[in-house]
């Protein structure tokens, strides 16, 4: 009820489909989240793309999910699977029950490795293999809880207080 007054509110707005379906999701409730899915077909709404962006070398580099467009798209996901290992050996244990997809375990885990985040990382990792520069990532969308515990992880792997993560939404 409250959900359909909010989308009678705001038509287009991608936001409360986006909410009403991860509630969804969070219980399993797959039938209805392709419903709310095809409800935004059908009025032709569309969710804002995940991205982030990283300053490096007066250029900003782009990234989103399982993106292969970068010039360097092996040797960053290369570095990413290090990325991956190292945090493993750190005792990191990534939270699969908050991705959202109805899909094996090792399904979620590879939905989540390969996020705009952390691809952005791994690249400013290979540009600045020392710590020598803080890393500022930027999303345009909220954070979440996934990349969060990963990033505390990941700052103390490497220089303690290098890492910023900002939001632009």
Not at 48 to 58: C, G, P, R, T
Not at 60 to 79: A, K, L, W
Not at 99 to 126: N, P, Q, R, T
Not at 129 to 141: E, F, L, S, V
Request: proline share 4%; glycine share 2%; charged share 25%.
């Amino acid at each position: 009820m409250a959900a359909s007054h909010l989308f009678d509110l705001d038509p287009c707005n991608a936001g409360p489909y986006i909410t009403l379906s991860n509630m969804y999701a969070a219980n399993a409730r797959w039938k209805d989240v392709a419903s709310v899915r095809s409800l935004m077909k059908n009025r032709n709404v569309r969710k804002v793309a995940a991205y982030s962006w990283i300053e490096f070398d007066s250029k900003i580099h782009r990234f989103v999910s399982e993106d292969r467009s970068h010039p360097e798209t092996d040797q960053i996901y290369e570095e990413l699977h290090r990325l991956i290992k190292k945090l493993q050996v750190a005792g990191f244990i990534p939270n699969t029950k908050s991705a959202l997809h109805d899909v094996a375990d090792d399904e979620k885990l590879a939905s989540i490795s390969y996020h705009s985040e952390k691809l952005a990382l791994a690249f400013i990792l290979l540009k600045n293999p020392n710590g020598a520069i803080p890393i500022r990532i930027i999303k345009n969308i909220r954070t979440d809880v996934r990349w969060l515990s990963c990033s505390f992880v990941v700052d103390g792997l490497f220089a303690a207080g290098a890492l910023q993560l900002v939001e632009m939404n």
